[in-house]
């Protein structure tokens, strides 16, 4: 399974207005899938570095808690 993208497009008419259109859609295409993969990891890289960052946050602010009250619930 390659999961590799081109960025060429595939043109399948040898006409200037098939070309035109089929061009136009090849476009529309890769943009859709360059924009659902980034999404995609966009939406891991949220999911895995949201709670690190609070903590992170956390650590550095102003009465220096200690890590075990940052994450102790009370």
Not at 12 to 26: E, H, I, V, Y
């Amino acid at each position: 399974m390659d999961s590799t993208l081109s960025l060429k497009p595939r043109g399948k008419g040898k006409g200037s207005k098939g070309a035109s259109s089929s061009n136009d859609k090849s476009k529309l295409q890769l943009l859709k899938e360059w924009s659902n993969w980034s999404l995609k990891k966009a939406k891991v890289a949220t999911h895995y570095g949201f709670i690190p960052l609070i903590i992170i946050i956390g650590m550095n602010s102003d009465p220096k808690p200690h890590l075990f009250q940052l994450l102790s619930p009370v």
